[in-house]
């Protein structure tokens, strides 16, 4: 594969730069090589992007480079990618609106890949419609890891079982999880409904769970981020690579594979080290 090219996609010419150039310098992970996993991996993450404005986080030299955020579609954009113009009160820019692209198809996930763009990030609403997703983001708090985030979200499930909703679950494809729950777009207040859920199970678990933003409290704690609900937030999307120092993924999980994760001790208390190579 050359460096440069022009490749047509699904009837869409444009031009594709710098395939060889590293983005993940600890694996040798190209830029051709993340266009080619996000178009392999099209034909799930695509509904999970379609008609939301998408945020793009950039990084134009790997991920050891400097990245920033972008809002406001590049300049040089194709005329086919659709574009949505918003209103974005409170702007670091000043700006009184920016226009977001909306990445409904192939061709513009693409274009979007090879802008370096290595992770994608979209809110919990459609465009011109009401939130239809509740979003909690458990983080933890060192030495706390993933294993307790997963027997938070277990405590969540519960809960939100209990007022007739079923959670999904994907790793963050960073350090921690979170849970999607899919909610009617005028019913209810996703933001308000998710700050109360975390505050209770905070109080009702404190050694495992916080609610409160101060990182100090955080601590062996799993942080629930109920804020993920505000209008102008976004959470990374399912199936979008990360910027880690290798390409990780938010990867959509099973309930089960969280439970085994949790029940890691279990599996060591039964199995013994499965990996004792040295005997």
Same mark, same amino acid.
């Given at each position: 594969m050359g460096t440069d090219q022009v490749v047509e996609v699904e009837g869409r010419q444009f031009?594709?730069?710098n395939l060889d150039k590293v983005l993940y310098p600890e694996t040798g992970f190209t830029k051709g090589e993340v266009i080619n996993y996000y178009v392999r991996i099209a034909p799930v993450l695509l509904p999970h992007l379609r008609d939301r404005p998408c945020t793009l986080r950039r990084y134009p030299n790997g991920v050891d480079g400097q990245s920033f955020y972008e809002k406001n579609v590049a300049r040089h954009? =194709? *005329?086919w990618v659709r574009t949505e113009r918003l209103s974005t009160p409170g702007s670091a820019q000043g700006n009184e609106y920016l226009d977001f692209v909306v990445i409904d198809d192939l061709p513009t996930l693409a274009w979007v890949a090879n802008l370096a763009a290595l992770e994608l990030h979209v809110p919990q609403w459609t465009v011109g419609n009401d939130p239809d997703l509740l979003v909690f983001d458990l983080d933890p708090g060192p030495p706390a890891t993933v294993v307790e985030c997963g027997q938070v979200a277990l405590l969540l499930r519960e809960e939100l079982a209990e007022g007739g909703y079923e959670a999904y679950p994907k790793t963050s494809g960073s350090k921690g999880m979170q849970?999607? #729950? =899919? #909610?009617?777009p005028d019913e209810m207040d996703t933001s308000a409904y998710?700050?109360?859920l975390a505050e209770r199970l905070a109080r009702a678990n404190p050694r495992q769970v916080v609610a409160t933003m101060a990182k100090a409290a955080r601590s062996g704690k799993v942080f629930i981020d109920w804020s993920q609900n505000r209008p102008a937030k976004t959470t990374v999307?399912?199936?979008?690579?990360?910027?880690r120092s290798r390409p990780t993924v938010s990867t959509p999980v099973t309930w089960? *594979?969280?439970? $085994?994760? #949790?029940? #890691? *001790? $279990?599996r060591v208390q039964d199995f013994g080290d499965l990996l004792d190579y040295r005997r």
């Open positions: 031009k594709i730069t954009a =194709p *005329e849970l999607y #729950v =899919p #909610v009617a998710a700050r109360k999307a399912p199936y979008s690579l990360r910027a089960q *594979e969280v439970e $085994d994760c #949790v029940n #890691v *001790e $279990d």
